[in-house]
């Protein structure tokens, strides 16, 4: 058992198969797990400049798959939360949300409050595929901005 782990750590090393690390790294970072996944993006543009926009394609693509996911677990939450409680939760927060629709989840690419957004969106049971396509451009905004500003900005900063 313990042979294959060593064989699905190489297979997802950087550079070799670096955009199917991205992707994963990026979808996981994307649920309420804390972890980021822009220095994986960074370092495979970092040693292969040639894949900046699929890198950045690929994770922003794995983030919104994840984004997709966090959605699908607030609405079962929320689901849950209905038979035992037999009341629904109203908070500012709800609100606010309710208030902006989908296109709140525009703001899913911010630290510490975009992950639960989205979880938030499901809960609220806002229309799934409207949150992701705004999911999508919020974290593909996160993905060029931060990728390009460490690499054309801060060039000499981060040298392999």
């Given at each position: ?31 309420l797990l804390p972890m ?110 931060m990728t390009a500003v ?8 981060f040298t392999p």
């Amino acid at each position: 058992m313990d042979a294959w782990i060593p064989a699905l750590l190489a297979a997802l090393a950087l550079p070799k198969f670096g955009l199917s690390t991205v992707f994963v790294i990026s979808l996981v970072s994307a649920t309420l797990l804390p972890m980021g996944s822009e220095p994986a993006v960074f370092g495979l543009v970092k040693l292969n400049p040639e894949m900046f926009w699929p890198a950045v394609a690929v994770a922003t693509l794995g983030n919104t798959v994840g984004g997709a996911i966090t959605w699908w677990m607030g609405y079962g939450v929320e689901r849950v939360y209905e038979r035992v409680a037999h009341k629904r939760l109203e908070a500012r927060a709800l609100q606010w949300l309710e208030q902006f629709g989908p296109k709140a989840c525009l703001l899913s690419w911010l630290p510490a409050v975009g992950d639960p957004l989205c979880a938030v969106a499901g809960w609220l049971k806002l229309p799934f595929w409207p949150c992701v396509l705004y999911m999508a451009i919020g974290k593909f905004g996160r993905y060029v901005t931060m990728t390009a500003v460490l690499l054309w900005f801060w060039p000499g900063q981060f040298t392999p």
